[in-house]
Every structure is written in C-alpha cells, then in structure tokens.
C-alpha cells in the first residue's frame, strides 16, 4: 500500500534545536507525523519502545545527523541496521556539504540515502517519498512471494495426499477381499474370539477407507466444472436423503428460501458435499432433536470477520453481493474456544472411531475454490451454532473474474 504523508512518521534526529524546529515545521505542514530526539540516544530509545508497543506507530523514515555529542549518527545507524534492514526502516543521514568520505562511510554502514546541510526539504521530500516507495514495493513483493509460497506448499501437499490416497486404495481393497473371505471360512465361523477379531477389523478398514476418501474429496477437487444453479431444488434433494434420520432423532426442519434468489455458478458434484458435511454436522449435534433451520437469502455482505472467529479464508469483500445459505442448528453450538478450530484437518469433539474431522476441512475447501466463505458462530441468545456459506452473486462474479 503506498504511504501516505498523514500515515507517514519521520524521526528526525539532531543535536541542534533549531534545525530540529525548522524540519518539524515545514515536513509537518506537508502534513506528515513528525518525532524528533535530540541525541543518539534519545532516538534509540524512542525507536526501541515504538518497536516494542505493537499498539504504537514506530517511524517509518529517520532523518539523521551525522556529527552529535554522546553516539553519533555513525553508531545510531549501526545499532538501527542491528534490528531494521535498509528494506523495513530508510535512514537518510544529513552531512555537512563538501565531506564526502562522511556520505561513503554512512552508505556502508546501511544508510539509504543522504542530504547536505543547511538541509533543503524540497530535496528531501523527494528522497523520501523514493525510499518509502522502494520500502513499500519490497513488502509487497515479500507479501506475494509468501502467497506464493503458501499456495505452492499447499498444492503439492494436496498432491502428494491424493497420490498416497490412490495408492492405498489397491492395499485397502485386497484386505477386505481377504477379510471378507476369512469371515466365510468354516473354521473361522465358530471361533468367537476370532469372529470378533474380524468385526473389528472390518470397522477399522472402514474408518481407514473413510479418510482416505475425504482426503481423495480434498484434493481432487481443485478443477471445477462451475455452471448457473438454482440453490433451492439441490437443498431440497440433500435434506431429503437426511429425512428419516432427523426424524427419528425428533429433528423439526424449517427452509426458508427467498424468492427472487438468482442462479448461482456451482459445481453440481462437489458443492453439495460441503453442503451435506455442514447439514450433516447440524443435525449430529442435535441426537436429543430441536430444529434445524435453512435459510437461502441474496445479502450484500455486510462484515467480513476475523480469520480467529471462525471462517475460511476468503476473497469476498464488504459490499460485494452474495447469496448465504444459513444452516442453523439448536444443539450446544461449539463452547471449546477458538471456532476456526472448527475448520482444521482432524479436529473432532465426536466419540474415536465415528468421525474423520474432515468433514468441515472438506467443506471449507470446496467452498474456498467456489470463490465463497464459510463462516460459523455461536448463536446468541439461543443455543446452537449458525454455519453459513457464502457464495458471490453471478453479477459480482462476473465483474470480478
Ligand atoms: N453444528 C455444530 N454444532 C456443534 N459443534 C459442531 C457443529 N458442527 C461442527 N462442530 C464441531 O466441529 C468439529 C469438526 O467438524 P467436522 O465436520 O469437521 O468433523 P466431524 O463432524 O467431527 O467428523 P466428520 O465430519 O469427518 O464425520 C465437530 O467434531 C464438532 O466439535
Ligand atoms: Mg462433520
């Protein structure tokens, strides 16, 4: 982002109190933040404690001079380039004209640029705004190399996850012809300790398959085939194959979808198992019943919140205009701390041996490759936890793509 003057803060150091006045005046009446410290040491001090209060701004560009009692320019630079490279913190020494050997020594010693006294601040304005321009072009270029390489990391843990998953399968496979064919065997039949060695074994080879088959969900899904879809119909066919289910656990649905809902662009395959992950979720935490309620509403979004509370990452911005699909349950909603928890590969409160933990990791993947977000918070006053996936309206779509 570039700096602009009233974000901008300047330290200007110098022993001499009159040229300390005159920078203060004519850098601030450009509307800069200024501080100022009359020593080397008054300057340490002060960069030390805004380095050490995450609350405080620190400076972004020192103005230094060269000859002061106590440490000198020279050493303030050597201990500032201790801490702050050249690319995070421009320090520009101010030296007496015509002491060339002055400017040579300083830009060895890590000093981005230099000035002559009596300082002109036209020339010192433009020297500046370069280096906060350099400083800010390097952050961002460190900013895109670790996406990059986030996104890099990522894709080839993916890859190497789907590759594992493939490869297991095969073993997998010939474990339950061999454990399938045992459970025939006649001398097996009537031994009950090994009966029961078998049963489970097949439970394990279950919950094995079972992971492995989320992880295969996980990474497959990076291509998708988007085209419009009308939400309301695909709901309906999930919540239906989860009918008896809720019914028996005494699980009330209510489905309110709005009516003037546009089409939105969606992978028919995969979206509706992060749908089914999240719907699946809502009526598991409610196995003594209540109600379970589907809200579809186009909403112009109105917060994007903290990645700690609670949802994917995201390109959705404010004001964008999205469709939400509002999944909200009347279980105990989630009281074991940090929701994004909720999201992480394995995280489960359920019983060993029932759930991956996946389910949601799954969910927030596919969401995240529709261009939406998933985010889930504890509902308040009522109990439960409020789920939602929110995915770009097609015109938003269409103007960002
Ligand atoms: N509607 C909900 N109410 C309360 N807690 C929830 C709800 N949805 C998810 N959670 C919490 O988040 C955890 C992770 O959910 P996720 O769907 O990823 O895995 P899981 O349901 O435990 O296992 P899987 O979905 O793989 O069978 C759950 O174990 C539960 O603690
Ligand atoms: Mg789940």
Redesign the pocket.
């Known amino acids: 982002m570039p700096s602009s003057p009233v974000d901008t803060c300047i330290l200007v150091v110098d022993d001499d109190r009159a040229n300390r006045l005159v920078l203060e005046k004519r850098l601030g009446k450009h509307g800069y933040q200024i501080e100022t410290a009359p020593s080397g040491d008054e300057a340490m001090k002060l960069l030390e404690e805004a380095w050490g209060d995450p609350r405080r701004k620190a400076p972004d560009v020192v103005v230094l001079d060269i000859m002061m009692p106590g440490i000198d320019g020279y050493e303030v630079l050597r201990r500032i380039r201790k801490k702050k490279s050249s690319h995070e913190l421009p320090v520009i020494m101010a030296t007496a004209r015509d002491s060339s050997e002055d400017v040579v020594a300083a830009l060895q010693d890590g000093a981005n640029d230099y000035v002559t006294k009596p300082i002109d601040v036209g020339v010192l304005l433009a020297r500046m705004q370069t280096h906060l321009a350099l400083r800010d072009a390097h952050l961002a270029l460190r900013n895109a190399q670790q996406t990059l390489i986030r996104a890099a990391r990522r894709e080839s843990i993916g890859f190497l996850a789907a590759g594992m998953a493939h490869e297991i399968r095969n073993p997998f496979a010939q474990i339950r012809m061999g454990l399938d064919s045992l459970g025939k065997n006649e001398a097996i039949k009537d031994d009950e300790r090994a009966v029961e060695t078998l049963a489970r074994l097949d439970t394990a080879l279950d919950r094995a398959d079972e992971v492995v088959r989320?992880v295969m969900q996980f990474s497959a899904a990076e291509q998708l085939d988007l085209k419009p879809h009308d939400l309301p119909p695909l709901i309906d066919s999930i919540l239906a194959t989860m009918k008896s289910g809720m019914d028996s656990a005494g699980i009330r649905l209510e489905t309110d979808f709005a009516r003037d809902l546009p089409e939105v662009l969606l992978d028919h395959e995969e979206f509706p198992i992060a749908l089914n992950?999240v719907l699946r979720?809502?009526v598991?935490?409610m196995p003594d019943g209540g109600t379970l309620t589907v809200r579809v509403e186009p909403q112009t979004l109105e917060a994007v919140p903290d990645a700690g509370a609670g949802r994917s990452g995201t390109h959705l911005r404010v004001g964008e205009e999205v469709v939400a699909i509002v999944v909200e349950?009347s279980?105990?909603?989630?009281p074991h701390g940090r929701l994004d928890a909720?999201f992480e590969p394995f995280?489960?409160?359920?019983p060993p041996g029932e759930?991956?933990?996946?389910?949601?990791?799954v969910a927030r993947n596919l969401v995240e490759l529709h261009g939406g977000m998933l985010t889930a918070e504890n509902r308040s006053p009522e109990a439960g936890?409020r789920?939602t996936i929110y995915l770009k309206s097609p015109d938003s779509f269409r103007t960002s793509v």
């Open positions: 989320k992950n979720n809502a598991q935490a349950d279980g105990p909603g989630f909720i995280f489960t409160t359920k759930s991956t933990g996946l389910g949601l990791t936890l789920v």
